[in-house]
């Protein structure tokens, strides 16, 4: 009599059992990769909606002559080729208007503005404004930038 070789049933239910650890394993890694890239990509899409915002705010306010309304969340001023800008934020836009309304974002969750005279104590008088700190925060879903940025007036 020929003897056959072959799998017993304890090798297979063995076989069976690591290689449904290794597909879970693999599974749980291509997840999180998922996972993490598009975390990634809403995180760089909201710094890069942030940046944006910041950078324009802070190139107009370096043209600013003269302020005619601040509070903590709004600032209306000239330019010096005559234009009148304002940005306000009312949660959770920031609007800029000048010769129409924009809105810049809709995922800002706080946004603030102070105001300093030349040796660096805050104030609210329009004619003695010679920088300017925003800070705003963006949120989307569990992802959140915060910027900050100190613009110096030039022409004030």
Do not use: C, D
């Amino acid at each position: 009599m020929q003897t056959i070789k072959g799998f017993t049933l304890i090798e297979m239910v063995i076989v069976m059992l690591v290689t449904s650890i290794v597909m879970i394993s693999v599974s749980f890694m291509v997840s999180w990769g998922f996972t993490n890239y598009f975390t990634g990509v809403k995180a760089t899409s909201l710094t890069n909606q942030a940046i944006i915002a910041m950078a324009r705010i802070s190139k107009e306010l370096q043209q600013a002559s003269r302020f005619s309304a601040i509070t903590a969340t709004s600032m209306t001023f000239t330019t010096t080729e005559g234009s009148t800008i304002s940005y306000s934020w009312s949660t959770p836009t920031l609007t800029r208007t000048g010769a129409s309304s924009q809105t810049l974002n809709n995922q800002i969750t706080s946004f603030s503005l102070a105001y300093y005279q030349s040796n660096f104590s805050t104030t609210s008088t329009l004619t003695s404004i010679q920088a300017v700190t925003i800070q705003m925060t963006l949120n989307n879903g569990n992802e959140i930038v915060a910027l900050i940025n100190t613009v110096f007036l030039n022409n004030m």
